[in-house]
Structures are given as structure tokens and as C-alpha cells.
């Protein structure tokens, strides 16, 4: 069945970084786009990123510029490298994969980023 086991998050200061990973398993990972997630407390989810088959790449307006998704086939990880990060970036991070066939997503358990000084 198919897995999502996110790892990477933390506290960090305002300015500081910090870089998610998500490892698949399950599905054949290389020919999935793969996206992150965020819902922080009182909000609904909301996208941050998604990374095509071929490497295209989008990002939510509030991230761009500071965010950056990639992945690595070989290894079926799916990576959020977060830089200049701020209070408002404080979330739970979720990996997600979107199986059309099925019209069904597929979430990790996520990880907690806490933005404070």
C-alpha cells in the first residue's frame, strides 16, 4: 500500500532553515507528481509546492522564492528545502501524492515546523 513517511521538521528562529523529506513506497514513485502540504491550527490545508514527473516545478505565491522542492527517483524521496523562514510558515507539513486513476490522495502522517524566536 502506498506510504508517505515525512521526517525533517523542528523548531527554528525567524531567518533559519530547515529541509523536509518525504520517503514513498508503494507505487511507482517516478512517474507520480509529488506536492507538500501545510495546515496550520485554525486553517484549512493549503498547498506549498508541487514537482512534476519531468522536474517542473510550482509553488504556492507565499513560499516562492524561499522554498524549494525536489526530488530523487533513485532514492523515492521527495525533499522541501525551506529558507528564510517566518512565523507564519509555523505548520504541519504534509507529503502528498494524488493517484488520478483512483481520484484519490495519498497523505503522510506529517511534521510539525515551528517558526518562533
Known amino acids: 500500500q502506498v506510504q508517505l513517511v515525512e521526517s525533517g521538521g523542528g523548531l527554528v528562529q525567524p531567518g533559519g532553515s530547515l529541509r523536509l523529506s518525504c520517503a514513498a513506497s508503494?507505487?511507482?514513485?517516478?512517474?507520480?507528481?509529488m506536492s507538500w502540504y501545510r495546515q496550520a491550527p485554525g486553517n484549512e490545508r493549503e498547498r506549498v509546492a508541487t514537482?512534476?514527473?519531468?522536474?517542473?516545478?510550482n509553488y504556492a505565491d507565499s513560499v516562492k522564492g524561499r522554498f524549494t522542492i525536489s526530488r530523487d527517483n533513485a532514492k523515492n524521496t521527495v525533499y522541501l528545502q525551506m529558507n528564510s523562514l517566518k512565523p507564519e510558515d509555523t505548520a504541519v507539513y504534509y507529503c502528498?501524492?494524488?493517484?488520478?486513476?483512483?481520484?484519490?490522495?495519498?497523505w503522510g502522517q506529517g511534521t510539525q515546523v515551528t517558526v518562533s524566536s
Open positions: 502528498n501524492v494524488y493517484d488520478g486513476s483512483r481520484i484519490r490522495h495519498y
Open positions: 508503494g507505487f511507482t514513485f517516478s512517474t507520480y507528481a
Open positions: 514537482i512534476g514527473t519531468g522536474g517542473i516545478t
